[in-house]
Structure formats: structure tokens, C-alpha cells
């Protein structure tokens, strides 16, 4: 699973169409509640992100999230992180791939 979308790079320049791939997941237990920390990995094109050395695209705005893991999902940790990119700025009009 992935998502594409166009993605804010160092220097100003857009990524059009990149291939966003969730690269790890960590549930943990908060204070108050769990929380799913992840990172994020971005290239430019399925092609690239699965070939043998794939070159990632430093973008700053795509690199590390946290949101509140819900224990009572039928989604596992993955599948939550990639909902709850898609419920921000950056990842408006992301399109399931």
C-alpha cells in the first residue's frame, strides 16, 4: 500500500504524483492513551521506490507523524497511519495506490 500525491520537497519544489509509503510504525502507550508514531518515506514513482537501491526525496513535511492509535479498529497500525495522513494539508487529494 501507498498513497500519491504531490509533496512539498526541500527548495521550494513539488513532487508531483509521488509515491508515499509509510517506512515504519511504533504503537506505544501514552499517558492517556496509545499513540502510533511512523515515518514516512518519498519517491518518485513506484518504480523507483521498489527497485533495488531506491533514492528517497528529502521532504521535510513528510518525514515523522504521531496520532492516537484506536485499539478497537479493525485496522492494523499501518493502515491507521496511512487514514490519518490523508486527514492532513499536505496529503490533500492523496489517492490510494
Known amino acids: 500500500m501507498a498513497l500519491q500525491v504531490d509533496v512539498p520537497a526541500i527548495g521550494g519544489i513539488t513532487v508531483a504524483d ?4 509509510v517506512s515504519d510504525a511504533t504503537v506505544s502507550k501514552g499517558a ?3 499513540r ?3 515515518g514516512v518515506a518519498v519517491y518518485k514513482d513506484a518504480t ?3 527497485s533495488e537501491r531506491p533514492q528517497r526525496i ?5 518525514d515523522r507523524f504521531v496520532c492516537v ?4 479498529s479493525n485496522d492494523n497500525a499501518v493502515a491507521q497511519a496511512y487514514a490519518h495522513l ?4 499536505t496529503f490533500t487529494g492523496a ?3
Open 18 to 21: 509521488a509515491y508515499v509509503r
Open 32 to 34: 492517556s492513551e496509545w
Open 36 to 38: 502510533l508514531s511512523f
Open 48 to 50: 523507483e521506490a521498489n
Open 58 to 62: 528529502p521532504a521535510p513535511d513528510c
Open 69 to 72: 492509535y484506536d485499539l478497537n
Open 86 to 89: 490523508k486527514t492532513l494539508a
Open 95 to 97: 489517492v490510494d495506490v
